[in-house]
């Protein structure tokens, strides 16, 4: 081998070294960066795993720090809850303790109606002394229940009442039922409907309150029986106290009308309103005794008030009369008369007012006064006072005077005597009405009593004074000592269309202008003015004109021309009967002349009454009427005489042996209805207090009745409201009694 090719050989061999060099060097390159690469890619593994070693030696720790706590969570929870489950159980052992303490009975039953529990006092109900083991349906209760409460009834019996309490628990109210045991006791079953359908039931024991009942039932029963003996005790009392009254205070009043001397006459007057008070006492006693026991009633009828008013006044003026004082009425001109109430119940209140007040009066006058207003559908409220110039009332004792048994004790007031029941039982009857009462009163300036009621006008309204042709007077002069009497009449003839003209006395009016030219002297009799002088002095001076002389009850006609008497107070109706006499003189009055009622046969009366000396008086009452007076001993003896003397009117007493005077009324009655004969009026008269004989009395097909004692004027109203056309008057025109 040459140099050359040695030279060449060796180069080629160096440059492949340095190229294999090369290539060495830029794989170590390489590797180098892939090895930095791979050592940067796990050192970024290391520190994620080194991360995620840390967190989850964090998660760890939280997890085991949450177990501990759990751990203690859970140990707290059980304690809680065996806390909860013994106060549970305390609370389920008191539940039922307190269950076992009542007398009444717990029952739970599910919604199949199978019991879940039950105390004691139900289970012994049910003839149970422990909770039973098995089931038992509400079904079976009943058929318990009834096998004790139905012992000895029959089957259909028990079963029929076990049905019924099934049926009574299927809705969703169910009615309480009372059970009444064989031992002796007595629940009330009550049961409620559960929202889950579970049925809660209650049995209370009301054996306690049931013999209470029985007691309070037993009690009751011998308090309403010592009631009934009272009333009827206070009823025959009444009856045998008011027999023989009406033989004493009706001979007295009798006596009275007779010639006696001063002394004779003060001790028939004694006797007669000694008699009147009694009878006074007795009233009071017996309405008391009903407003107490709450039997008194009201008999609503048709009635006129202002005849009912008048009639009270006229009643009370002797006493007023006595003491020289006025009674007046003034009646509200626009109201009707009639309505519809208990005229004896109203009466009784005005008479009670009216009376005092005339009691406690000394001088001055006491006046009535009834306004009112109309409320619709014919009804009216009505103020009626009273009113009196009297000794009043203080202030601090105005509450107290309503009182039972009560009266103002004063110096001035000890001098009247009286039950004190008076305005009580006024203020009761004004109650049962729905009205009001109230008093207004000073002392030494008088007294104002009222009450308002509402009562509905009769129908129809007729106050008997509106008339038929015009009145043909033109003026009229009034003469009357006290104004309020003056301004009263005065309105009363200027509803006439009259012009009038008041004086204060007889001569007053004789001076007074045109007295000569008047139609009509209007004067009322007083102590100042004689009306039989007063006439004389009239005619004395030449005043021809008619008079009319308004006085009390008994005043006697002067035997003069042209003097006419009107009963005082005046009523509308008589004054407008003596306008219209005087407009047409020739007016037939009484349904003929005077020789025609002479020709007509007298009125037939028959009284029945078994009592001699009521006969008689009642025969010396009506000795001065024309009248044909027939009696009858009883019952019996009242059907016969009513067969032959045929009588226009009969007069009934109630109590007598053996046939009562129902009993003899309904034989009357059936006679006539037998024999197709108009029914006869009836007239009863009895002892007993008209409001609790009343109903009775009118059922048994009487017309109205009468109170004993009786009244001559009760008697003489009686005969002329019942005259049949065809008789001749009762009273005859030259008797005293006879009115315009």
């Known amino acids: 081998m040459n140099r050359a090719e040695t030279g060449l050989s060796y180069i080629e061999r160096l440059a492949r070294e340095r190229r294999g060099r090369l290539a060495a060097e830029r794989l170590l390159e390489q590797k180098q960066r892939e090895l930095f690469a791979a050592n940067v890619q796990l050192a970024r593994h290391a520190r994620a795993l080194s991360e995620e070693v840390v967190e989850q030696r964090q998660g760890l720790e939280t997890a085991r720090s949450e177990a501990e706590a759990l751990r203690d969570q859970t140990s707290e929870m059980l304690g809680e809850l065996e806390r909860a489950n013994a106060a549970a159980r305390t609370a389920e052992r008191r539940l039922w303790e307190a269950l076992e303490t009542i007398r009444d009975g717990f029952a739970l039953f599910d919604k199949r109606q199978r019991l879940i529990a039950a105390n004691r006092v139900y289970l012994s109900m049910i003839g149970e002394e422990e909770m039973p083991l098995a089931e038992i349906a509400y079904s079976d209760i009943v058929t318990r229940l009834a096998e004790r409460a139905f012992a000895g009834a029959a089957t259909e019996v028990r079963q029929a009442w076990h049905e019924a309490m099934i049926a009574r628990i299927v809705g969703d109210e169910i009615e309480p039922r009372v059970i009444h045991l064989g031992d002796g006791r007595h629940f009330r079953l009550m049961d409620r409907r559960g929202a889950f359908g579970d049925l809660v039931s209650l049995a209370r024991d009301i054996t306690q309150a049931v013999a209470r009942e029985a007691e309070l039932s037993e009690a009751r029963e011998k308090a309403e029986a010592a009631s009934r003996a009272k009333s009827a005790f206070l009823a025959n009392m009444s009856h045998e106290i008011?027999?023989?009254?009406?033989?004493?205070?009706?001979?007295?009043?009798?006596?009275?009308?007779?010639?006696?001397?001063?002394?004779?006459?003060?001790?028939?007057?004694?006797?007669?309103?000694?008699?009147?008070?009694?009878?006074?006492?007795?009233?009071?006693?017996?309405?008391?005794?009903?407003?107490?026991?709450?039997?008194?009633?009201?008999?609503?009828?048709?009635?006129?008030?202002?005849?009912?008013?008048?009639?009270?006044?006229?009643?009370?003026?002797?006493?007023?009369?006595?003491?020289?004082?006025?009674?007046?009425?003034?009646?509200?001109?626009?109201?009707?008369?009639?309505?519809?109430?208990?005229?004896?119940?109203?009466?009784?209140?005005?008479?009670?007012?009216?009376?005092?007040?005339?009691?406690f009066t000394q001088s001055g006058h006491v006046l009535a006064r009834v306004v009112g207003i109309e409320r619709g559908e014919g009804r009216f409220e009505l103020h009626i006072s009273v009113e009196d110039s009297g000794i009043g009332i203080a202030a601090e004792h105005l509450d107290a005077i309503f009182g039972e048994f009560s009266q103002v004790e004063s110096e001035s007031n000890r001098q009247f005597e009286g039950?004190?029941?008076?305005?009580?039982?006024?203020?009761?009857?004004?109650?049962?009405?729905?009205?009001?009462?109230?008093?207004?009163?000073?002392?030494?300036?008088?007294?104002?009593?009222?009450?308002?009621?509402?009562?509905?006008?009769?129908?129809?309204i007729t106050s008997g004074i509106a008339p038929q042709r015009p009145v043909r007077l033109q003026r009229v002069l009034v003469v009357a000592e006290a104004q309020i009497s003056r301004v009263i009449l005065q309105r009363q003839i200027e509803t006439f269309g009259l012009a009038v003209t008041a004086c204060r006395s007889g001569e007053e009016a004789l001076a007074a202008p045109g007295a000569s030219a008047v139609d009509l002297i209007l004067a009322e009799q007083s102590p100042r003015l004689d009306g039989e002088g007063f006439v004389r002095a009239l005619r004395e001076s030449g005043i021809a004109a008619p008079v009319a002389l308004a006085a009390a009850e008994g005043a006697t006609l002067p035997d003069l021309p042209g003097v006419h008497l009107i009963a005082q107070p005046v009523l509308r109706s008589a004054l407008f009967r003596l306008l219209e006499a005087l407009s047409y003189p020739a007016l037939p009055q009484g349904g003929g002349g005077a020789e025609e009622a002479r020709r007509r046969r007298p009125m037939r009366v028959l009284t029945v009454e078994d009592n001699r000396t009521n006969q008689l008086v009642f025969s010396k009452m009506v000795a001065d009427l024309d009248i044909d007076l027939g009696f009858a001993s009883d019952g019996h003896q009242a059907v016969a005489e009513w067969r032959r003397l045929r009588p226009d009117l009969i007069f009934m007493d109630i109590s007598m042996p053996g046939m009562d005077g129902r009993e003899t009324t309904a034989a009357i009655r059936a006679a006539e209805m037998a024999a197709q004969l108009s029914a006869v009026p009836i007239v009863a008269l009895t002892a007993h207090a008209p409001d609790s004989d009343g109903a009775w009395i009118l059922a048994a097909g009487i017309d109205r009745w009468l109170t004993k004692p009786l009244k001559k004027s009760a008697i003489l109203s009686t005969i002329l409201a019942f005259t049949p056309a065809d008789a001749r008057p009762p009273v005859r025109p030259d008797q005293p009694s006879a009115r315009i």
Request: proline share 5%; with cysteine.
């Open 419 to 460: 039950t004190g029941l008076g305005l009580a039982i006024t203020r009761q009857l004004v109650d049962l009405m729905g009205g009001t009462m109230w008093v207004e009163s000073e002392p030494g300036e008088g007294s104002c009593f009222g009450f308002r009621i509402i009562l509905p006008a009769a129908e129809p």
């Open 242 to 359: 008011r027999t023989p009254m009406n033989g004493v205070v009706g001979m007295a009043e009798l006596l009275c009308e007779t010639a006696l001397t001063d002394e004779q006459r003060l001790c028939a007057e004694t006797i007669r309103s000694s008699g009147e008070a009694l009878l006074t006492i007795i009233n009071d006693v017996l309405d008391y005794s009903k407003i107490e026991a709450q039997r008194l009633k009201l008999y609503p009828e048709p009635f006129d008030l202002e005849r009912c008013l008048h009639e009270v006044i006229l009643l009370l003026q002797p006493s007023a009369q006595e003491k020289r004082i006025s009674v007046l009425a003034d009646f509200d001109l626009f109201l009707p008369t009639r309505f519809i109430g208990d005229r004896g119940r109203v009466r009784q209140i005005l008479t009670n007012l009216l009376g005092n007040a005339v009691k």
